[in-house]
């Protein structure tokens, strides 16, 4: 599974669009983007996945670029409790003969402030 | 609700003694996992089943063991052999075929004193 880049932390004011980016430079074509995020002390929740089309739910869009070299997750209107760590996968789909195995690096930890 | 349990939350243990930590699913998916989280770190895969009574070893196995009797249950013991047992624990499944994200179970918190 290709290696992602992300930022450490950003910081993002309650109510503002948070956009979140990740680095995937090495993603071959049948990999999948994933984003998850880990609020303290819980498990990690799914937000969103996509090939190379933008993509949007109820939670969050993804843009992917046109090469496919990066990703932005962005979180249309912040609130306190989007606070957490969020991480960038890639990897191919399991339906797809993908690895079991989800690879998560150390992620992004975003604070929302108010 | 349709979820995945873990528990305890917390649990201690004396060093030198097996511990073994639950995880339950009713979601009727497959596959299950054990991943450990040290702190300010990413996931790391202890094992997986993508099957009743089949398992494999994920990235860091040793001092490890699972069982997987039946569809919702994927226990993990921690065993004497593991050198740094204290770490947060989480479970996660995965339906068959139609989906490609993980449910998360709420974690169980190690500390081996």
């Known amino acids: 599974d290709a290696k992602t880049t992300q930022p450490t932390s950003m910081d993002c004011a309650e109510g503002r669009a948070a956009n979140l980016p990740c680095n995937h430079s090495?993603?071959?074509?049948?990999?999948?983007v994933y984003w998850y995020r880990q609020i303290h002390s819980q498990g990690p929740q799914y937000i969103i996945h996509?090939?190379?089309n933008n993509e949007t739910n109820e939670m969050a869009s993804l843009i992917i670029t046109e090469d496919r070299k990066s990703s932005t997750l962005i979180l249309p209107h912040a609130t306190l409790r989007d606070t957490a760590v969020y991480y960038c996968?890639?990897?191919?789909?399991?339906?797809?003969?993908?690895?079991?195995?989800?690879?998560f690096g150390k992620g992004t930890k975003l604070t929302v402030n108010p | 609700d349709g979820g995945i349990t873990q528990s305890p939350k917390y649990l201690f243990r004396k060093e030198g003694q097996n511990v073994t930590l639950s995880c339950e699913q009713n979601?009727?998916?497959?596959?299950m996992y054990w991943y450990r989280q040290d702190p300010g770190q990413g996931l790391r895969l202890i094992y997986y089943?993508?099957?009743?009574?089949?398992?494999q070893k994920g990235d860091i196995a040793e001092g490890y063991s699972v069982s997987r009797e039946k569809k919702e249950s994927f226990p993990l013991t921690v065993t004497s052999a593991q050198k740094n047992p204290t770490a947060f624990y989480l479970c996660?499944?995965?339906?068959?075929?139609?989906?490609?994200?993980?449910?998360f179970g709420p974690g169980t918190r190690l500390t081996v004193l």
């Open positions: 996968i890639v990897r191919v789909g399991r339906k797809q003969g993908g690895s079991e195995k989800l690879v």
């Open positions: 090495t993603i071959s074509g049948n990999e999948y």
């Open positions: 996509g090939l190379k």
């Open positions: 979601l009727n998916h497959d596959a």
């Open positions: 089943s993508q099957i009743v009574n089949d398992f």
């Open positions: 996660a499944s995965l339906h068959g075929s139609s989906y490609n994200e993980q449910f």
